[in-house]
């Protein structure tokens, strides 16, 4: 048994919210939640609330990749979560660095869509995702839109929809997908996930709130979070209890969401429902 009893670094690669819910603001939430240290380094500034996108300002690709280079010259990281990724060239400078300086673990959750409908990546962006990030990450975690953009195909309606499409994302090179069936017309809200050797799914009853502001956020960030806890000589497989445990997170931060009162739009799950 490891007796390495240090806190870990994790790290997002993400745009911000002002709002709180979601992006690095919400990723920071659950790093601290989960018991590890968060470092960020911000893709994008967005005008928004819980109600929607007003505008979004890209960071440079320089300023990102200076932003990374001086942390890591820093910081020890044991994992890093990626979330929006506006334009190739951000893709590109992600990619160049974490492949130089890798993690223990990268999970990649592939932000193109807000809860909104807010469109927030462009083609050339979601390429870059599909094409540079998703095969460098351990884990990729999109919704049924996003997973529905990323192979241009129509959105899943079904469970067996889900399955049929699951083949074709672990194409794209990432070893471990999550797909997310929140977007399901269904009294569940089932996750489906793909490993090397088999898939299995991640039941969950459906929770009967407005409260998703950033859930997938909070999902990405939660497994990263539970992956750099994880003892260093830990074997990928272990990675599947470390999703579990996130996902049994997230339920229980969507089901205590009623406790906050943010916003006149989709309010946010509740990060510190364990310590508020």
């Known amino acids: 048994m490891s007796t390495d009893t240090r806190v870990r670094n994790v790290l997002t690669i993400a745009g911000s919210d002002p709002s709180g819910g979601a992006g690095l603001q919400g990723d920071l939430k659950t790093f601290s939640a989960l018991g590890v240290y968060g470092t960020n380094v911000i893709t994008a500034v967005i005008a928004q609330n819980t109600c929607g996108v007003a505008s979004v300002y890209p960071v440079s690709p320089q300023a990102i990749r200076e932003q990374l280079d001086n942390l890591l010259d820093d910081v020890e990281l044991d994992a890093v979560k990626i979330g929006m990724v506006a334009s190739r060239d951000v893709a590109e400078v992600i990619a160049d660095v974490l492949s130089q300086r890798r993690p223990r673990w990268i999970v990649l959750d592939p932000v193109m869509v807000a809860k909104s ?48 499409m699951l083949p074709r994302l672990t194409q794209l090179g990432a070893p471990y997908v999550v797909l997310k069936g929140g977007h399901l017309e269904d009294t569940t809200c089932p996750d489906l996930l793909a490993t090397p050797q088999s898939h299995e799914w991640l039941p969950a009853s459906r929770i009967d709130t407005d409260n998703l502001h950033g859930t997938g956020c909070a999902l990405s960030s939660a497994i990263a979070a539970c992956l750099a806890k994880l003892p260093g000589d830990a074997t990928p497989e272990a ?9 049994q997170w ?27």
């Open 117 to 164: 409908g807010d469109i927030l990546v462009d083609n050339e962006g979601i390429h870059a995702v599909r094409d540079i990030l998703v095969p460098l990450a351990d884990v990729i975690t999109p919704n049924l839109p996003e997973a529905a953009v990323l192979l241009d195909s129509t959105t899943p309606a079904s469970l067996d929809a889900m399955e049929a």
């Open 239 to 247: 990675s599947v209890p470390a999703i579990r445990e996130a996902k």
């Open 250 to 276: 997230l339920h229980a931060a969507l089901e205590e969401s009623r406790r906050l009162n943010v916003g006149k739009g989709r309010g946010p799950v509740h990060h510190f429902h364990a310590w508020w």
